[in-house]
Structure formats: C-alpha cells, structure tokens
C-alpha cells in the first residue's frame, strides 16, 4: 500500500445524505477532514423518491437544520413543490415535505462541500479499514493507497455487497448506474462485526412526454411555501404540481401474473424489506381485496421530462414493467426511461454501536446512515451528522453530543437503534417518540439551536437572531400572561361575538389565546402590535399557550425519567458479579451492552426488577 502523506483528523465513507452531513460537521468544526466516495458525481444522490421530508422525517430535517446541517438550506434552494401535510391535525404532528429537482439538489450540495474550507474530496472505493491497537487508524483503498485519519466515520449506503434484481436478472451494483462496494464488509466481518442483509426497492422512472397529464388529477404545493431551513427567508422559486394516479383490476391481473418471475416470490432475495414501504406486489397480495392504489407522479426536476411515479416500486420484470404502468389511466403510452428494481445490501447491526455512533468494537470508527439499518435520506443524514460532530469531538478531546429521546428525533432514532438494533429497514414515525408534543417541528430551533452554536456548528450571525427570537417570545408570552381584558374596556359587541357576555373579572390575553379557535389574528383587535410580530412568534405563542397543560404533563415525565437516563453503566461492567439478576435479563444486557440505565430499561426482556437489582449493583460500585 501507498501511504498518503497527510494525517486526516476525520475521513468520511461515503458521500451521500449521511456522508455529505458527515463530512461538513466535521470540516466545520474545524478537523482536517476526507470524503471518499465511489463517484464524485453523486454526492447527495436521490437513489429514490426526488423529495425531502414528510411525516417525521420533516422534524430530523428541521431538527438537523438548527444543529447547523446542510440538508435544509440545500432544499430551500432546490426545491420545486413545498407542502405541510397535516395542517388540521396537532402542531406534533404537522410536517414540512419538498419536491426536489434532483439533479440541482446533488450539484449544490456538491458545490457547497466543494467550497467547505478544511474538506478534501476524492473518488475511491474504500476496500478496509486499517487498525492500529484496535482503533481506527485510516482506510485502505482499491487504487492501493492507504489514506490515515484519527477517526474513520462509513456511510456506505446501499452499496456494500449491493445487488440489483429486475425480475429473475440480478447484477451487483451500489444502486442503478453505480458500482457495489465489496470488500468493505468481509473487512468489517473479521474484526468481528454481525453483518446483515437487506433489501429495498424503487418504481421505474418514466418519460413525462409520454403521459396524458390531462387525465390525471393536479395536486399542488402550498400557495405560500413554508421553508425548511430557520436561515431561509422565504422560498422564492416558482413551485411545479404533481398528479395523481391510480392502478385498477387489470393492472393488479398483470402483476400477479409475473410473480412466478418476481425474485422476491421465487426466494431468490434474502433481504428483509421495508414493511411500511411495499412494492405494488406486495400491495397487491396482501390486500386483494383493493381494487385500486393511488399513486403520485413527481416531476424528476426542471430540465427533465422523468418522472417517478411514488408507491409503485417494483422487482418484477421487465415485461410486466411495461403491461403494468401502461395499465394505469393517463399512462396508456409511457416509456420506462429507467426501470424499477429491488436491491439487496449488507448492514452492520446498529446494537453494536454507542448512543455517539462510535462502534463498540472499534475506537474511532462510527457508522452513520443505511449502514446501519434505516432507510430514508433524513434519517442517514441526521445519523451523519451526529457521527461526524462526534468523530470531530472525540479529535477534540471532548465528551460525544448524545441527544435524548425527549430533545430530538434524532435522540429517538439513535437510542432506538443502538438499543434495540434492527432486522427490517428502519424509518422514523411520529409514533416512535413518546414525547411527540415536545418534539414540534416548530420547535426545532429552540430545542437544538444553543447545542449548535456551542459546538460550532452554528455561525454568530444565526445564533444571535435565533436568541433575538427566543427573547421576543418570551417577554410576550409574559405581557400575555400580565395584559387583560376588563368587561368594561371590551365593548358589548366584542364581549357577544366572543362568547363573554356576564364575566364578572378581568380575562388575560393568555386566557384568551388558549381557547381552541382563537388566534393571535383575534387577540389583534384588542392588541393590534402582536400583528407586527413575526409570523413563527405569533406561530410559538399560539402553540406554547394552547397546550400548555400537555407540555407541562409531558416535562413532568421527562423529568421522572431523567434519573435513569442520566446514570451510565461502564463500558467494563461484569453482570454476572451483580447478585439476583434472572439469566434472561443478564443474557440481554451481556447482548446488548447498554451504556445508561435509562437505555437497559428499554430492551425486551429487561424487567423493572433488574433494573432495580442493576441499580443498586452501580450504587455499590460508586
Ligand atoms: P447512500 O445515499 O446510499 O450513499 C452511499 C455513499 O457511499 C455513496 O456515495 C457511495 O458512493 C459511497 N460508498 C459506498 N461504499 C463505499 C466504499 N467502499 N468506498 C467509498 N465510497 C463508498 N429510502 C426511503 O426512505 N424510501 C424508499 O422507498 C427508498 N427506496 C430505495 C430504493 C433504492 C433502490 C435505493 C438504492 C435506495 C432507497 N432508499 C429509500 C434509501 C435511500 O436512498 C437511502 O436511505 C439514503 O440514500 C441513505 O443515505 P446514505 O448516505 O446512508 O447512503
């Protein structure tokens, strides 16, 4: 091997939504920092749908925007329909969803990692990791150059071992039109990872030209776009609609009748896929008595006529390909530009990694993104953050940032994988947090955004109009809190139309914006300034006043948990020293290695018991 003659503090594997955060953190922070990627021209690649965002997954994206990522800017300015979803349903589950134009959102990125001081970027396929004393100590390539860092972080993807099917056809390769990682992951399995399978899939993309949009229903973005990022002033873009679309009885015959060809149904693939994201024959199985499955056609970009028909992503073959999106109404005529296709990759079981993403049985090396088991462009690039501001800490000499499960999403999705681990592709779920009602994407900022500015990933000039607003909101929740209505001030008028006809005392504004229906907008014509408010204060007020009885219930429990979460077990602990542990509890916490009580009290199996018992044992030992 020829050794590179520069000492990285960080490299980053991997040069997608995880490794594009990844390196970024870590150039930021100021460590000399590597990305390495198989091709250069695809950094930050969409391989699926060309969106950003949606239900949870919107709350990673605002959540790793007010830590100082990049994933938010990077939309704000390539993004080509905006809409929230869930607008009439509770402020924790309201989300921020973005059409992309795919190609513009990989050549920002690339540009903007191209412009990062503190960044090299090189094109090589990573073959092994070289250790020294059982850290990290750089990587070994294909070129046969070894390049050495301090701290190695992988975001391979679904590239390692990957393996494409369309039908009974299969070819290795790391997605479509890219090449397979191999090597990697036989290196990872000799220094003792478990290494797993499994498997994913993608609709073909087809030629606009060829489909009679006519036919099909528009849909449109929000008339006025909400950004994602809280340093983007306003979206200005011209937005594009998508349409809507659905299969029928006859495009479900075609589909059945290719199964005997589906490599899924002929076990050929052994890969476990997503659950909550099926191929249309999978949909088409388990629901037959469905006559019909909506999909929407999404515009690829600006500059092209593919479009990417969503919930129809398939691995049959290509024959069936043709009959069945011919099939759908409006879609008599399509072209496949490039056809759907399942891929099979290798993960590393997230349990053998620390809430940092440090890996257990390596020092210095974090594994961030689909390697790990999830699936979805927030969730690798939330993990990719968190490993590269952690890898940049370890350089640092600093303790690692670990988020809590009622601080972030990200806390959520980084504790549930690392204590639990996983089988299927995981993605992230409003459901999957207990404190949904903290976890606002609204919020994101006053969550996270001090956490960023102390790292330093977040500049002055953000930080101080972020304290600007948390400043403005609250000394106005306390002048609503002080100012009142009196019955005689108010008017007879106004006292009828809002229902207070014979109150006796004073009612605060605060008492006042807590009923359901009513608005800063009403509160303005009693207190006309609040209108002269920005629109996200007016939005904090609002939401702060409102449910603040739940807010306060849920940071009653938060506080209830924190002494579990706040103890840590050794990384040395010998369970079977600690006395009146059940086999089965002490079997998993040997298996699972949790790093704080809070954590063990979350593996299956592990009982209230034992955690009383393990408590006691780590009081004995301080
Ligand atoms: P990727 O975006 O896959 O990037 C991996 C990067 O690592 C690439 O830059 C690659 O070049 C590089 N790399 C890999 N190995 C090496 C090596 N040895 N040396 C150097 N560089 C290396 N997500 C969903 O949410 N829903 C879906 O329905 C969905 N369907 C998908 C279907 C398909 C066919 C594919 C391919 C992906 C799908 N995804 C889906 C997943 C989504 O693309 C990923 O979750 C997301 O891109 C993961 O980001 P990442 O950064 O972890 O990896």
């Not at 924190?562 to 050794?570: D, H, K, N, Q, V």
């Amino acid at each position: 091997m020829i050794v590179y003659d520069k000492t990285y503090d960080v490299i980053v594997v991997g040069a997608g939504h995880a490794g594009c955060e990844a390196a970024l953190a870590a150039a930021r922070m100021g460590r000399s920092t590597l990305m390495l990627t198989i091709n250069l021209d695809a950094i930050a690649l969409m391989s699926c749908n060309p969106a950003i965002g949606g239900l949870a997954k919107g709350h990673l994206v605002k959540e790793i925007d007010a830590l100082g990522g990049e994933m938010g800017r990077n939309i704000d300015a390539t993004g080509i329909q905006f809409r929230v979803l869930n607008t009439k349903k509770g402020p924790a589950v309201r989300a921020s969803r973005a059409q992309a134009d795919k190609q513009l959102y990989r050549l920002r990125m690339k540009h903007v990692m191209e412009q990062q001081d503190n960044l090299d970027l090189k094109q090589v396929e990573v073959t092994d990791l070289y250790l020294e004393d059982g850290s990290v100590a750089g990587v070994d390539t294909k070129g046969g150059v070894r390049y050495l860092s301090r701290t190695v972080v992988l975001t391979t993807g679904t590239f390692m071992r990957g393996l494409i099917h369309i039908g009974l056809v299969h070819y290795p390769g790391g997605r479509a039109g890219d090449l397979p990682s191999i090597g990697l992951s036989d290196g990872l399995k000799d220094v003792g990872f478990e290494v797993g399978r499994l498997k994913t899939g993608t609709p073909a993309r087809l030629d606009g030209r060829t489909i009679d949009f006519e036919r099909l229903e528009a849909q449109h973005g929000d008339e006025n776009p909400i950004p994602f990022s809280f340093s983007t002033e306003r979206i200005e873009q011209q937005q594009v609609p998508c349409h809507i679309a659905y299969t029928n009885p006859k495009s479900h015959d075609i589909i059945r009748s290719g199964l005997d060809r589906s490599p899924l149904y002929a076990g050929i693939i052994e890969g476990i896929g997503p659950r909550y994201c099926p191929s249309i024959e999978d949909k088409v199985v388990r629901f037959p008595e469905k006559d019909r499955h909506q999909t929407f056609i999404e515009p690829e970009g600006r500059e092209t006529v593919e479009v990417y028909p969503s919930g129809m992503s398939t691995s049959l073959p290509i024959d069936i390909q043709w009959a069945f999106y011919r099939s759908i109404e409006g879609l008599e005529r399509v072209e496949i530009m490039r056809p759907a296709y399942a891929i099979e990759y290798d993960y590393v079981n997230p349990i053998q990694l620390h809430a940092s993403l440090e890996t257990k049985l390596v020092r210095n090396l974090y594994n961030a993104g689909q390697i790990n088991g999830t699936s979805g462009y927030e969730e690798a690039a939330a993990q990719g953050l968190m490993a590269g501001i952690n890898a940049a800490l370890r350089v640092q000499g600093k303790e690692p940032l670990v988020l809590g499960r009622s601080e972030a999403y990200i806390g959520v999705m980084i504790d549930d994988l690392v204590t639990l681990g996983t089988k299927e592709p995981y993605r992230m779920f409003t459901s999957r947090a207990e404190y949904r009602l903290l976890l606002r994407e609204d919020n994101a900022d006053l969550r996270l955004r001090e956490k960023g500015h102390d790292i330093g990933l977040v500049p002055e000039s953000l930080y101080h109009s972020f304290l600007a607003k948390k400043e403005l909101i609250d000394s106005e929740l306390d002048r609503l809190s002080r100012e009142r209505l009196t019955p005689s001030a108010a008017g007879e008028e106004l006292l009828q139309e809002w229902d207070l006809v014979g109150i006796q005392n004073a009612i605060s504004y605060e008492q006042l914006l807590r009923r359901p229906d009513f608005t800063c907008s009403d509160l303005s014509r009693i207190y006309p300034e609040i209108m002269e408010l920005p629109e996200t204060v007016r939005e904090q007020l609002e939401i702060q006043i409102k449910y603040k009885g739940y807010i306060e219930r849920q940071l009653e429990q938060v506080a209830r948990a924190a002494r579990l979460e706040s103890t840590t077990i050794p990384a040395d602990m010998d369970y079977s020293t600690v006395p009146s542990l059940s086999a089965e509890v002490r079997e998993k916490l040997v298996r699972f290695r949790p790093d704080t009580l809070g954590q063990a009290s979350r593996i299956p199996g592990v009982t209230p018991a034992g955690i009383t018992i393990l408590s006691i044992a780590l009081k004995a030992r301080y």
